[in-house]
């Protein structure tokens, strides 16, 4: 199955980093709101997530190297891409679509304590 998710394993998380800011930003929210949704997510903190970004580290290594995986994640339902988030069986791909999603969710306008579920 890996071989169908190449491209997202060796994608640059840096180069969508910029494509979720303006996501964001277009909806009125903030760079801040989405460091604060991947700091939810993967436990990275400003320094860490910074040092990723001037790596151009790749996905598959990106959620690798996280601190940790919210525990909350499973919380994270519906569909992304077509794909609904919690039957997405390859693990690296449905990290990346908690936080495809996550982001989505910030861009319809909804509020962060529903995003960063409790």
Excluded at 67 to 89: A, F, H, Q, W
Excluded at 96 to 101: E, P
Aim: neutral net charge; hydrophobic residues 35%.
């Amino acid at each position: 199955m890996k071989s169908n998710h190449t491209k997202i394993y060796k994608m640059s998380f840096a180069g969508v980093y910029p494509h979720y800011i303006q996501k964001a930003e277009k909806k009125g929210r903030s760079k801040a709101e989405v460091d604060e949704i991947i700091f939810w997510l993967t436990g990275y903190d400003a320094v860490s997530l910074q040092e990723h970004i001037d790596n151009k580290t790749d996905f598959e290594t990106f959620f690798a190297q996280a601190p940790l995986i919210n525990p909350n994640v499973s919380k994270i339902t519906g569909t992304i891409c077509g794909y609904r988030v919690e039957d997405i069986e390859d693990e690296l791909v449905q990290k990346v679509r908690y936080l495809d999603k996550l982001i989505d969710e910030l861009a319809k306008g909804k509020a962060m304590e529903k995003i960063l579920r409790p």
